[in-house]
């Protein structure tokens, strides 16, 4: 019969593991170059030597250069999504808004909004890129905001709320902007806590 046997079985898991685990190196390497070089010192090559990898092997799981950088800003992008809402397992943290609005904010100043910045940068010069990117940012915002509409435990029902929440991540944005050139630890922080003020009266 042409069934597959249990060695062919286990020989595969292993090859399909490994896949995945270069690929998810790849990814890794390339968000740590771009948020490192910017765009133009982030080629395919210097990012397969970061993951130890060969070019190959780095073009066959992403055959392009904007397949791996909108392929990688997006994986990262998930991670956090998820890290995020492993801070507050209940689904629902509006006791604790500080803490909400300090989890939010901590998105847009790591390396992975470094990296986005850089992505973004590149797109307004390169037609290619530019529609992929775009289409990226706003399924990623739109995520964004489903988190925080969670978190806060906001009711967008009400005129004014859905724009109010619009308004913390475009502040949470500015922030990490700020964040680019200098350590901005100590305004942010004081930022922050009057935002949590200002969200406990706006959603009560």
Known sequence: MGGVSTADRA??????????ATRQRLLEAAVACLAERG???STVSVVAERA????GAAQHHFPTREDLFTAAVEYVAEERSTALRALFPDGTAAGDRRAVVAAL??????????????????????EQ????????ESRVGRETHRIAVDLLGADESRPGVRETVQGLLDM????GL?????????RRERVVAQWAVLLDEALR
Not at 52 to 55: A, D, K, M, P
Not at 178 to 186: K, S, V, W, Y
């Open 11 to 20: 020989e595969r898991v292993p090859k399909q593991d490994r896949s995945r």
């Open 39 to 41: 765009w133009a010192g």
């Open 52 to 55: 130890g990898v060969s070019r």
């Open 105 to 126: 904010v901590d998105l847009y100043t790591g390396p992975l909004f470094r990296a986005a910045l850089h992505l973004w940068v590149a797109a307004s010069d390169e």
């Open 129 to 136: 890129l530019r529609p992929r990117v775009t289409e990226l």
């Open 172 to 175: 949470a944005r500015g922030l």
């Open 178 to 186: 700020a964040n680019l050139l200098t350590d901005d630890t100590a």
